[in-house]
């Protein structure tokens, strides 16, 4: 695949609408988010900023507004289609949202949402595992000059299994939940084939769960953890100091 081909998938809007189809079929979402507010409610974390990068159609913040005070809400989006999902899943909230274009492969996103923080909660959603491991590490630099003090990071990511063996559970267990959500539509074999070539799939730059939280302490986040991985499906999080 080019590069080129690899930046503009996302900004297909038959692209978005079978990844929103497919994501009730994802392992595990409900727990994500789940965890995520448990992880909230221990740091004893007063969320009224929030910054939500690769924001999608907007779903982390929907699960978030349920259980904190949310004020002001800013996603970034690199794809136009999501970002109208996202629009129209949170007209009408009792919060101030901003809905950002932003391409996280830069620092230009940054000067658009300046003016809005700092931030008490910065979260992402399979998002960043779309950059190099590079443009990852800057990026984490980034997250962590827009937090407040005692502001987090919770990272909803799909890293790098360590064996294809794992990998190949993933594919199973990803086709599996989207066939239990679509019964009779297309079988656990069709669903592995399709995103074992899809482009999506060869626009992932998947980097190790350890090296991440590694790169989180090294740049200066504290209480870095895994709060939890299946496959290649994870949520960490870190704090600024």
């Known amino acids: 695949m080019s590069l080129e081909r690899r930046d503009v998938v996302w900004q297909e809007a038959p692209v978005v609408s079978r990844y929103l189809e497919d994501r009730r079929g994802i392992p595990f979402v409900d727990a994500h988010f789940e965890i995520t507010n448990n992880i909230i409610r221990a740091h004893e974390l007063d969320v009224r900023r929030v910054l939500d990068l690769g924001a999608g159609d907007?779903?982390?913040?929907?699960?978030?507004?349920?259980?904190?005070?949310?004020?002001?809400?800013?996603?970034?989006?690199?794809?136009?289609?999501?970002?109208?999902?996202?629009?129209?899943?949170?007209?009408?909230?009792?919060?101030?949202?901003?809905?950002?274009?932003?391409?996280?492969?830069?620092?230009?996103?940054?000067?658009?949402?300046?003016?809005?923080?700092?931030?008490?909660?910065?979260?992402?959603?399979?998002?960043?595992?779309?950059?190099?491991?590079?443009?990852?590490?800057?990026?984490?630099?980034?997250?962590?000059?827009?937090?407040?003090?005692?502001?987090?990071?919770?990272?909803?990511e799909h890293v790098s299994s360590l064996s294809p063996v794992y990998e190949r559970a993933f594919y199973e267990s990803l086709a599996e939940g989207i066939t239990r959500a679509e019964p009779g539509n297309r079988s656990v074999q069709d669903v592995i084939a399709m995103y074992s070539s899809t482009d999506e799939r060869a626009a992932n730059i998947l980097a190790p769960l350890d090296v991440q939280l590694d790169w989180l302490r090294d740049i200066g986040f504290v209480d870095v953890d895994c709060l939890f991985k299946a496959f290649e499906l994870a949520v960490f999080a870190g704090r600024k100091p």
């Open 58 to 156: 907007g779903i982390a913040v929907a699960a978030l507004l349920g259980e904190n005070p949310i004020e002001q809400a800013t996603l970034v989006d690199f794809s136009q289609p999501m970002l109208d999902e996202a629009r129209a899943r949170l007209t009408g909230i009792d919060a101030h949202v901003d809905f950002v274009w932003g391409d996280l492969r830069d620092s230009e996103w940054r000067d658009a949402v300046e003016t809005t923080g700092p931030f008490d909660l910065v979260i992402s959603r399979f998002a960043i595992h779309h950059v190099p491991d590079a443009r990852k590490r800057s990026l984490y630099r980034e997250i962590l000059a827009l937090l407040r003090p005692g502001g987090l990071f919770i990272h909803i």
